[in-house]
Nanobody, 115 residues
Framework: QVQLAESGGGLVQAGGSLRLSCAAS????????MNWYRQAPGNQRELVAQ???????NYADSVKGRFAISRDNAKNTVYLQMNSLKPEDTAVYYC?????????WGQGTQVTVSS
């Protein structure tokens, strides 16, 4: 019942844009920080963007100026707008948040950036 579901991934050419969505099952995540992580094959999972309940944001250096995280609590959804995509952005992207005192992860959505 308590779950996160990412969507919006796909294949895009370098320089293009995608917007990822993370739909929460309810409002339980709204009071806490939400994160976007990514993981490429053979690589460790890395935090790329974070947004607090108050709207403050943090970004990995590798995506600063290109990615923007936002949240719409009325829709129980967190977004990751990705612009100026690079091949090195290719990864499975996961959203992550806290509900009822536990960390939850979505199933991931694949983003592939071609040259």
């Amino acid at each position: 019942q308590v779950q996160l579901a990412e969507s919006g991934g796909g294949l895009v050419q370098a320089g293009g844009s995608l917007r990822l969505s993370c739909a929460a099952s309810g409002s339980a995540f709204s009071r806490n920080v939400m994160n976007w992580y990514r993981q490429a094959p053979g690589n460790q999972r890395e935090l790329v963007a974070q947004i607090t309940s108050g709207g403050s944001t943090n970004y990995a250096d590798s995506v600063k100026g290109r990615f923007a995280i936002s949240r719409d609590n009325a829709k129980n959804t967190v977004y990751l707008q990705m612009n100026s995509l690079k091949p090195e952005d290719t990864a499975v992207y996961y959203c992550n948040g806290i509900a009822y005192g536990k960390w939850y992860w979505g199933q991931g959505t694949q983003v592939t950036v071609s040259s």
